[in-house]
């Protein structure tokens, strides 16, 4: 086994090899963490002839948006992360809506209505 003792002097255990040989594997090379969100399957966006209102429609029903929700949904496309969807609302509207941002996006995450990808 080759690789360097630690402090201690005791040789690299077999799993610290591999995490040495798998961090050398990645030099030069970015790993792409980035989660977009997007809407999940089966659902989409619609807005209602009637008064310009957004739904949010699926198999299971409507549910009618207020104007903050319809807005961090419509960022929901797959191309943006969970920040990046909070730091364009906040240019849109008020920066003190980043918790608020935040919050639903958990919310709508838990209720299957966006997925990362």
């Known amino acids: 086994m080759s690789g ?6 005791n040789p690299p255990s ?7 040989r798998r ?3 990645m030099k030069g090379k970015t790993a792409s963490s ?4 997007r ?3 089966g659902y989409r966006l619609q807005t209602r002839s009637a008064g ?3 739904s949010l429609v699926s198999s299971k029903g409507s549910i009618q948006l207020n104007d903050s929700a ?3 949904l419509e960022l929901c496309n797959g191309s943006y ?6 730091a364009r609302v906040l240019r849109e509207k008020d920066d003190s809506l980043a918790d608020d941002v935040r919050a639903f996006l958990d919310a709508a995450q838990r209720r299957g209505w966006v997925v990362e990808s």
């Open 70 to 72: 319809a807005t961090v």
């Open 34 to 37: 980035r989660r977009t969100i």
């Open 14 to 20: 077999a799993s610290a090899t591999m995490r040495l």
């Open 81 to 86: 992360t969970s920040e990046e969807i909070v």
């Open 4 to 9: 360097n003792p630690d402090l201690a002097g």
């Open 52 to 54: 310009g209102g957004r």
């Open 39 to 41: 809407l999940a399957a």
């Open 23 to 25: 961090s050398q594997g």
